[in-house]
Each structure stands twice: as structure tokens, then as C-alpha cells.
T-cell receptor, first 115, second 115 residues
């Protein structure tokens, strides 16, 4: 069964450094998402991406964040200058049609630790 | 804005006990409702969903009915197993923007099933 994959599974970085989190969505999906979960808190939407552009973003997704689909298979989240409060589990997801009832398929997550 | 409220965990049950995890929501429109499950060390997996009022989603013995009058989507299972131990997330999607559907999650409820 097709699945979403994410690398790395755990990333440790120093405050102020740039990090890139990588995701490979399901191959025939067209809609891509990033969510994050700070330890003990809710899973929060960051951004959705379709047709090579951001379609919606939350207030969390400020100028320090960017997303890119550099080729036909990868989808990346970049944090330009990490802060302590960026420490969280980051989940990538993809879906086929983008409708309100469409199922999003999630990857296993990348745990980001900012020191 | 949209929000989802779940019962606090952890919930500890004996094998074969009846499970209910309460979920209520607030949304401006007519959302689609989802239950996702996260097993230890894994990503979020869709458990079941319902896209309109009075729909019942079901999977692996779990059920939830979309109740518009009480704005609820409670998860139930008649007889839990140790293998059901996981974190369960209720979520909604209120509308599709044309570029995908943002999911709004509850805080998650940890279920532990003991022999």
C-alpha cells in the first residue's frame, strides 16, 4: 500500500540554524500539507500546497517557514532560522482530490529538537 | 473559528470492555468529521470518517455517528483489544478552498487496554 515517507525521523539543531524537513507524498496525490504537534499539544495545521503554490497557511507559518516541491516526488518544509519554540513533531500529509471529505494520508513525522 | 474538543485521557480499559471517546466540534459550515489513530512510533492513520449529518463511519469494529443536533462525533467500540492501545484524534474539515482541505484536530485521547 502506498505511504507517505518523511526524513529524517529525528533532527537536532542549534537555535538560529536552518533546517529542511523532507517528505515524499503518495505518488498520484496532488495536495500536500504540513502539520506540527508540540509535545502535549494539539496537531496544528501549518500549510497546504497545490499546483506548485501555497493554497492556505496558518498564522504559525510566518516568513521563517517556506515549502517547496523541488521535483516530482519530494515536498520540503524549510525553517530559515530555528527558534526554541519550533521544537515539535512535524507531519507531512497528502491527499488525492482536496475536497472537504477527502482523506489525508500522513507520514510518520520528523521530531525536530532545537537546542 | 473551528474547534474540536475531546475528552481528556489517558483512558485505561480492560480487554473486551466498551469504549467511548467523546468528541464535540464547533464549525461555521457543515464539516466533514474524522477519527485518526496514532500507534506508538507511527504516523496518523485514518480510522473512519463521515461527511454529512447522520452518516455513520465504521472500521475495525469502531463506529462514530455524525450528530449535527449535538455537534458530536463520539467514537465507540463494543469490545476493545490490547492492540487498540493508541492515541485517538478527532478532526474536522470545514471547507475546501480549492487548494486542499485544512484539518482541525482535537488534543487526542490516549487509550491503554490491559489484559
Amino acid at each position: 500500500e502506498p505511504e507517505v515517507t518523511q526524513t529524517p525521523s529525528h533532527q537536532v539543531t542549534q537555535m538560529g540554524q536552518e533546517v529542511i524537513l523532507r517528505c515524499v507524498p503518495i505518488s498520484n496525490h496532488l495536495y500536500f500539507y504540513w502539520y506540527r504537534q508540540i509535545l502535549g499539544q494539539k496537531v496544528e495545521f501549518l500549510v497546504s500546497f497545490y499546483n506548485n503554490e501555497i493554497s492556505e497557511k496558518s498564522e504559525i507559518f510566518d516568513d521563517q517557514f517556506s515549502v517547496e516541491r523541488p521535483d516530482g516526488s519530494n515536498f520540503t518544509l524549510k525553517i530559515r532560522s530555528t527558534k526554541l519554540e519550533d521544537s515539535a513533531m512535524y507531519f507531512c500529509a497528502s491527499s488525492g482530490s482536496g475536497g472537504a471529505g477527502d482523506t489525508q494520508y500522513f507520514g510518520p513525522g520528523t521530531r525536530l529538537t532545537v537546542l | 473559528g473551528d474547534s474540536v474538543t475531546q475528552m481528556e485521557g489517558p483512558v485505561t480499559l480492560s480487554e473486551e470492555a466498551f469504549l467511548t471517546i467523546n468528541c464535540t466540534y464547533t464549525a461555521t459550515g457543515y464539516p466533514s468529521l474524522f477519527w485518526y489513530v496514532q500507534y506508538p512510533g507511527e504516523g496518523l492513520q485514518l480510522l473512519l470518517k463521515a461527511t454529512k449529518a447522520d452518516d455513520k463511519g465504521s472500521n475495525k469494529g469502531f463506529e462514530a455517528t455524525y450528530r449535527k443536533e449535538t455537534t458530536s462525533f463520539h467514537l465507540e467500540k463494543g469490545s476493545v483489544q490490547v492492540s487498540d492501545s493508541a492515541v485517538y484524534f478527532c478532526a474536522l474539515s470545514d471547507r475546501a478552498t480549492g487548494g486542499g482541505n485544512k484539518l482541525t484536530f482535537g488534543t487526542g485521547t490516549q487509550l491503554k487496554v490491559e489484559l
